[in-house]
């Protein structure tokens, strides 16, 4: 068993019908609300609101970040979490976020990362 330096989630988020997708206030506090949900410790936060719309947010976190980008007009936003501590629990944050973008699907990928480091340069 190889040991990982972090765990990648990636959260691919379709048919969302909340108006938080446009708005940059409403998604920090899913985002906010997410990393308080999940344990997960926010220690600073930068959000952009695009116009006409669309919205791109990263909440650094003491265990790495939780970032989003959205796309208001086709009712997607693509959703990240990464975490260098014990692996997060994928399919109770891919539930969560279906319920507060009102998701028609949710689909999640795991990504580990620093598999191959051995020692430090």
């Keep these: 068993m190889s040991e990982h330096l972090g765990h990648h ?8 019908r909340d108006a938080a ?3 940059a206030a409403a998604m920090r506090d899913v985002l906010v609300r997410a990393a308080a949900a999940f344990g997960l410790t ?3 936060e930068r959000l952009h609101q695009y116009l006409p719309q669309g919205v791109s947010g ?3 976190l003491a265990e ?3 970032a989003v980008h ?4 086709r009712g997607f936003a693509a959703v990240d979490l990464f975490t260098c501590g014990a692996r997060p629990h994928s399919a109770r944050l891919a539930d969560h976020l279906k319920s507060v973008l009102a ?3 949710v689909e999640c ?3 580990e990362r620093g598999a191959a480091v051995t020692t430090t340069p």
């Design 42 to 44: 926010v220690i600073a």
């Design 103 to 105: 998701a028609q699907r």
């Design 109 to 111: 990928r795991l990504v």
């Design 9 to 16: 989630l990636l959260f691919d988020c379709y048919g969302c």
């Design 21 to 23: 997708l446009g708005d």
């Design 64 to 66: 790495s970040h939780l």
């Design 58 to 60: 990263v909440l650094i």
């Design 70 to 73: 959205t796309w208001p007009e």
